[in-house]
T-cell receptor, first 116, second 116 residues
Framework: NAGVTQTPKFQVLKTGQSMTLQCAQD?????MSWYRQDPGMGLRLIHY???????DQGEVPNGYNVSRSTTEDFPLRLLSAAPSQTSVYFC???????????????FGPGTRLLVL | AQSVAQPEDQVNVAEGNPLTVKCTYS??????LFWYVQYPNRGLQFLLK??????LVKGSYGFEAEFNKSQTSFHLKKPSALVSDSALYFC??????????????FGTGTRLQVFP
């Protein structure tokens, strides 16, 4: 298994440009999520999905869109990039996210985004 | 508000000495607690978790954590530190989002530096 993969590893954007960060997992996990990591702030949840066709907002959803058309893929879209979106983005997945569980999340290697 | 706190930005310890990385939490209901580690330029890796049962949880790479309900703490420990343990450590707590969905709230991270 490749686990959780993310592309690209690094990207530079100009303010106002759009782009899609790709995330894929091959573990048949129901739950997928996107986090951003900023110095001194830990990881903050952007969006998450509990299955194909189902997504919801996390702590910091503004400026980001997601969709989940398949179990495997969970792309994150920046419609109009802003310097405040300069960050490291991590995708994660777990088998489920049921309230009765304590599922371990598996993280991708991250995408480093710089918005000028 | 449900939260998790890591009061130390950095912990320095000499190789061979015991180490402790602190974490306290505030959640309603029974907490599900996690520790993750992040090595440079990598995604987060799962170390251990507490769901229920024994208060002392053993995890990967010789790490363990002690759940203390009265002090609402979940400190990460290791009896003898290695230089290779130097990394960024995150404590996380599960909170319930929608009616049957969990999400993780992460602390801000503690950088562990082990000196030879």
């Amino acid at each position: 298994n490749a686990g959780v993969t993310q592309t690209p590893k690094f990207q530079v954007l100009k303010t106002g440009q759009s782009m899609t960060l790709q995330c894929a997992q091959d573990m048949n996990h129901e739950y997928m999520s996107w986090y951003r990591q900023d110095p001194g702030m830990g990881l903050r949840l952007i969006h998450y999905s509990v299955g194909a066709g189902i997504t919801d907002q996390g702590e910091v959803p503004n400026g980001y869109n997601v969709s989940r058309s398949t179990t495997e893929d969970f792309p994150l879209r920046l419609l109009s990039a802003a310097p405040s979106q300069t960050s490291v983005y991590f995708c994660a997945s777990s088998y489920s996210s049921r309230a009765s569980g304590g599922e371990t999340q598996y993280f991708g290697p991250g995408t480093r985004l710089l918005v000028l | 508000a449900q939260s998790v706190a890591q009061p130390e930005d950095q912990v320095n310890v000499a190789e061979g000495n015991p180490l402790t990385v602190k974490c306290t939490y505030s959640v309603s209901g029974n907490p599900y607690l996690f520790w993750y580690v992040q090595y440079p330029n990598r995604g987060l890796q799962f170390l251990l978790k507490y769901i229920t049962g024994d208060n002392l949880v053993k995890g990967s790479y010789g790490f363990e954590a002690e759940f203390n309900k009265s002090q609402t703490s979940f400190h990460l420990k290791k009896p003898s530190a290695l230089v290779s343990d130097s990394a960024l450590y995150f404590c996380a707590v599960r909170v319930q989002a929608l009616s049957d969905t969990d999400k993780l709230i992460f602390g801000t991270g503690t950088r562990l530096q082990v000196f030879p």
